[in-house]
């Protein structure tokens, strides 16, 4: 198998970032290990690491959602161009998840960069069977990455 040929262009929104400077190097190391492991060929993919601000923005202008959340994908629509889509993560709201679920802040980003690409290349969770798959790919990217199964403390709970 070939490794994908992936481009990923980060930029650094919010001055929040600058207190976990392997953020940049964590989000490609995560968009590579999903691409390779959807077989994505290649292409490029934005990154935008902002804040709850600009990303609570997005949700209600584009998903009619008033609230931050952790991450949003934005699917290039004409796949036959090189650009993949953009990937928004919230510095906030992922260092809140990480303490309240006790993930480390990078693992847990990687997490999001990961179920971000997957989105870009066309995985969704709209009903349970979708998301039960797409969760196992995560996990098998993760894994890769030797970075636990993110949904076994939500699993342990229920």
């Known amino acids: 198998m070939q490794d994908a040929d992936i481009v990923v262009d980060i930029l650094i929104k919010s001055p929040l970032w600058e ?14 290990a999903a691409a390779n492991f959807v077989e994505a060929d290649e ?8 804040d709850d601000v600009s990303i609570r923005a997005l949700n209600r202008d584009y998903r009619k959602i008033d609230k931050p959340t952790n991450v949003l994908s934005f699917p290039a629509g004409d796949k036959s161009g090189q650009m993949l889509g953009d990937i928004v993560v919230a510095y906030e709201t992922l260092a809140r998840e990480s303490a309240e679920e006790g993930k480390n802040f990078l693992h847990h980003l990687t997490h ?47």
């Open 43 to 50: 292409g490029e993919v934005s990154v935008v690491l902002t």
């Open 19 to 32: 207190k976990q400077p392997e953020a940049e190097r964590t989000v490609r190391a995560a968009v590579d």
């Open 112 to 158: 999001l960069a990961v179920h971000g690409f997957l989105h870009l290349m066309g995985y969704d969770h709209q009903n349970e069977s979708e998301a039960e798959a797409m969760e196992q790919m995560e996990i098998a990217v993760l894994a890769r990455l030797d970075i636990a199964n993110p949904y076994q403390a939500r699993d342990m709970r229920d």
